[in-house]
């Protein structure tokens, strides 16, 4: 599996935009960019994901590098409510033979008040 | 409920004890995979459902885990003579899709072995 690397944790103040980073530089063409985060005592929940274009939901927009060595999970105002651990997962979608997502350590992400 | 329920939440258990911990996955979700996260740890991949077919078992870390699927819904993984370093969070999780989309998972089971 195309590995990922994350910064161990993060702050952020309440209400402000929160730029979580993540390194792939051995991803491959068909590479998805899969982010999860897990809040204290819960399964993990997905976020969003993307393969070339920048993409944005209703939680959060993914920010993909041109040469998709990198991408950057934007939540444009943290609540205290988006502490959690967000792990960053490289899948290929492409064929439907790789059906696993490999969670790493991820960031762990404080909201402060 | 329209998420993936799993149960029980929590179980203690003697060491060398038995255990079953039970899946119910999204109505329609294809795929479903269980993973364990110990203490303070990642999620690490135990094995993975396509309908009632398990074709990746590699994650089972011995013998004494086992799981099946029954109907293409429900799985249950038993853990057979429970050891301390058994004691973790189960993790369920179920897509519509394998290969592709998004993975729902459960709250998790508690175990803790004593």
């Known amino acids: 599996d195309a590995k990922t690397t994350q910064p161990n944790s993060m702050e952020s103040n309440e209400e402000e935009p929160v730029h979580l980073p993540c390194n792939h530089s051995t991803i491959s063409g068909t590479d998805?960019?899969?982010?999860?985060?897990?809040?204290?005592?819960?399964?993990?929940?997905?976020?969003?994901?993307g393969l070339t274009s920048n993409?944005?939901?209703r939680m959060a927009s993914l920010a993909i590098?041109?040469?998709?060595?990198?991408?950057?999970?934007?939540?444009?105002?943290?609540?205290?409510?988006?502490?959690?651990?967000y792990y960053?997962?490289?899948?290929?979608?492409?064929?439907?033979?790789n059906y696993k997502l490999t969670f790493g350590k991820g960031t762990l992400l404080t909201v402060n008040p | 409920g329209a998420g993936v329920s799993q149960s029980p939440s929590n179980k203690v258990t003697e060491k060398g004890k038995d255990v079953e911990l039970r899946c119910d996955p999204i109505s329609g979700h294809t795929a479903l995979y269980?993973?364990?996260q110990s203490l303070g740890?990642?999620?690490e991949f135990l094995i993975y459902f396509q309908g009632n077919s398990a074709p990746?078992?590699?994650?089972?870390?011995?013998d004494r885990f086992s799981a099946e699927r029954t109907?293409?819904?429900?799985?249950?993984?038993?853990?057979?003579?429970t050891q301390q370093e058994d004691s973790a969070v189960y993790l369920c999780a179920s897509s519509f899709q394998t290969g592709t989309g998004e993975l729902f998972f459960g709250e998790g089971s508690r175990l803790t072995v004593l």
């Open chain 2, 71 to 81: 109907g293409g819904s429900v799985s249950t993984l038993t853990i057979q003579r």
């Open chain 2, 41 to 43: 740890q990642g999620l």
């Open chain 1, 32 to 49: 998805y960019i899969h982010w999860y985060r897990q809040l204290p005592s819960q399964g993990p929940e997905y976020v969003i994901h």
């Open chain 1, 55 to 57: 993409v944005n939901n």
């Open chain 1, 88 to 97: 960053c997962i490289l899948r290929d979608d492409s064929g439907g033979s």
């Open chain 2, 34 to 36: 269980w993973y364990r």
């Open chain 1, 65 to 85: 590098a041109e040469d998709r060595k990198s991408s950057t999970l934007i939540l444009h105002r943290a609540t205290l409510r988006d502490a959690a651990v």
């Open chain 2, 56 to 62: 990746d078992k590699s994650g089972l870390p011995s």
